[in-house]
């Protein structure tokens, strides 16, 4: 009778511990089904967002041949020096490179007539820090080649925003690391001259040596156009289209420091619960308290990877 006993009790305490993790799991689940049926207010200026267009956003273009042929364009092209003081938790980094503009003639006849100077022409869609940052001619005008065309190149350092960040598969997540180069002048909108900004066809060096990121390995480089529609009207009834180009670095983390960190540390305590039945008998006051103090030691895990994980 006396060793019933105890075995009645680990039991008891074992279907405890199964009903509170059910328990736990069907509250979350409740939630999400409860938060993704939220109604969605009205805005009260639909009217008004109607005769403006579309909702700003982005829009990626597909390169043909016909885009050149039926938009006046300028290629740009670009090189990525070095990216460093990434934070995850403000989703900045800084970055330094040089950018180039290459034109023909009609679009050279298009400055003059709109009085823009080639060294106004672009600027940076998620620049942050203005004050620190530089965007500036490497001449004091552009050169011309022996095609006819001319050419403009900037260098730059300045810190980015990275609005793409997403960390529902951390630490094994990709990172996307994006420079927005957009037209700036309103009269190079869509809805206007829609001059367009085109990859450069012969920029493969993308990314220097010094681009790679500690704990991170460069995936993917690309330069792509892309429309932006602004979110408000500069003074005109649409919000206009800019065209853009945008390099997007993908990186991807390194597993074993993941592997290290996370997975591991999971394990031993894991390894420990499982453990727990194998202990001897006369000890039946440890093997009551290891699942509960595997338990708490789970829950100051995750509170303490909530806290120091960006948001």
Request: with cysteine; charged share 20%.
């Amino acid at each position: 009778m006396q060793q019933l006993m105890p075995r009645l009790a680990r039991s008891k305490v074992f279907r405890l511990l199964i009903a509170a993790l059910l328990a736990t799991a069907l509250i979350l689940g409740i939630r999400a089904v409860l938060d993704g049926k939220k109604p969605q207010s009205l805005n009260p200026n639909t009217v008004q967002q109607m005769m403006a267009g579309p909702p700003p956003g982005d829009e990626g273009i597909e390169m043909s041949e016909t885009l050149a042929s039926d938009h006046p364009f300028i290629y740009a092209g670009i090189h990525l020096e070095k990216i460093y003081e990434l934070n995850l938790n403000s989703r900045t980094f800084t970055a330094d490179g040089e950018i180039w503009l290459e034109w023909r003639p009609e679009v050279d006849d298009l400055l003059k007539r709109n009085g823009t100077n080639p060294a106004d022409l672009i600027t940076f869609a998620n620049r942050i820090e203005t004050w620190d940052s530089v965007l500036e001619p490497t001449t004091d005008g552009p050169q011309e080649l022996k095609n006819g065309k001319r050419q403009l190149l900037f260098h730059f350092s300045s810190r980015f925003y990275d609005d793409a960040v997403d960390f529902r598969r951390d630490p094994f997540d990709v990172l996307r690391v994006p420079i927005i180069i957009e037209l700036e002048p309103l009269w190079t909108s869509k809805q206007e001259i829609d001059l367009r900004l085109l990859p450069e066809p012969s920029n493969n060096n993308l990314v220097g040596s010094l681009g790679s990121l500690s704990g991170y390995q460069i995936k993917e480089a690309r330069f792509t156009p892309y429309m932006n529609r602004s979110a408000n009207s500069m003074g005109t009834w649409t919000r206009p289209q800019f065209s853009q180009v945008r390099l997007e670095i993908t990186y991807q983390s390194n597993l074993w420091p993941g592997i290290v960190n996370w997975i591991i540390p999971l394990m031993i305590i894991n390894s420990i619960v499982l453990m727990a039945p194998s202990v001897e008998g006369t000890l039946s006051d440890v093997r009551l308290a290891i699942p509960s103090t595997a338990l708490l030691t789970l829950i100051f895990c995750s509170s303490l990877i909530t806290r120091l994980s960006p948001n």
